[in-house]
């Protein structure tokens, strides 16, 4: 398996970051990666032609099949573009239906299950506040954490990219909401292209440098210490 993180519980780390970062910035993942960007640009040209314009329907499916495209290819491309083993297939489509689904709280916020309701509301919506990310992901930590699911380590890294990556994109429109400090502007549309393209790098180092899941196994036994609870 391809997969960037390189703990291995039973040896440590063996390779370092620095080749890591090498088995992330591979060409099949930089032209992969290449391609989202196509695949971005092509989506939002789409979404700009008065046809789709003038249906609502079409243009909320098309913008939630491209928030969901754009987290599983992300997550893809973090797992190094190896898309042979189920446990990956299933972590690839858990990142597009968290992109893709995190715009269910337009109908929670306006209460109701019409697109007119939930597309016309004066507020954002709960779960496009960005500062909500880290908070999710710290609790999702714990969790995982207090629970022993150390093989669920990856989850807090795949929600970030998945949510982070639907905020950017709508962040081009509104800016990022970020609770209690205000908005920022809207994003430009070439720096949300970047940061998509970036992203999935940025994360997959992020998870090498953390030694995943070498924190998780010491955070659980902190835990364990902390709760009284004998070792494991
Ligand atoms: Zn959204």
Same mark, same amino acid.
């Given at each position: 398996?391809?997969?960037?993180?390189?703990?291995?519980?039973?040896?440590?780390?063996?390779?370092?970051?620095?080749?890591?970062?090498?088995?992330?910035?591979?060409?099949?993942?930089?032209?992969?990666?290449?391609?989202?960007?196509?695949?971005?640009?092509?989506?939002?040209?789409?979404? %700009?032609?008065?046809?789709?314009?003038?249906?609502?329907?079409?243009?909320?499916?098309?913008?939630?099949?491209?928030?969901?495209?754009?987290?599983?290819?992300?997550?893809?491309?973090?797992?190094?573009?190896?898309?042979?083993?189920?446990?990956?297939?299933?972590?690839?489509?858990?990142?597009?239906?968290?992109?893709?689904?995190?715009?269910?709280?337009?109908?929670?916020?306006?209460?109701?299950?019409?697109?007119?309701?939930?597309?016309?509301?004066? %507020?954002?919506?709960?779960?496009?506040?960005?500062?909500?990310?880290?908070?999710?992901?710290?609790?999702?930590?714990?969790?995982?954490?207090?629970?022993?699911?150390?093989?669920?380590?990856?989850?807090?890294?795949?929600?970030?990219?998945?949510?982070?990556?639907?905020?950017?994109?709508?962040?081009?429109?509104?800016?990022?909401?970020?609770?209690?400090?205000?908005?920022?502007?809207?994003?430009?549309?070439?720096?949300?292209?970047?940061?998509?393209?970036?992203?999935?790098?940025?994360?997959?180092?992020?998870?090498?440098?953390?030694?995943?899941?070498?924190?998780?196994?010491?955070?659980?036994?902190?835990?364990?210490?902390?709760?009284?609870?004998?070792?494991?």
């Amino acid at each position: 398996m391809r997969l960037p993180i390189i703990y291995n519980l039973d040896k440590g780390l063996s390779n370092g970051t620095t080749s890591s970062i090498k088995g992330i910035l591979t060409s099949a993942n930089l032209i992969s990666a290449s391609f989202l960007g196509v695949f971005c640009l092509t989506c939002d040209r789409l979404a %700009q032609t008065a046809a789709c314009r003038r249906n609502r329907v079409f243009a909320a499916l098309l913008d939630n099949f491209t928030h969901g495209i754009i987290g599983s290819w992300t997550w893809a491309v973090v797992l190094g573009g190896n898309l042979n083993s189920t446990k990956n297939l299933r972590q690839i489509i858990l990142a597009g239906i968290l992109a893709s689904c995190m715009d269910v709280d337009h109908f929670l916020a306006a209460r109701s299950i019409h697109l007119k309701d939930a597309t016309s509301l004066q %507020q954002r919506p709960l779960f496009h506040m960005t500062t909500l990310i880290p908070v999710i992901a710290i609790i999702s930590e714990i969790i995982i954490c207090a629970s022993g699911l150390h093989r669920l380590h990856y989850f807090p890294y795949l929600f970030t990219l998945s949510w982070f990556s639907h905020h950017i994109r709508d962040a081009t429109r509104r800016g990022l909401w970020l609770w209690p400090f205000g908005s920022t502007p809207p994003v430009p549309y070439g720096m949300y292209i970047g940061l998509t393209l970036v992203l999935p790098f940025l994360i997959a180092i992020l998870m090498s440098i953390t030694g995943s899941p070498i924190h998780a196994v010491e955070l659980h036994r902190v835990l364990h210490r902390v709760g009284g609870i004998q070792q494991v």
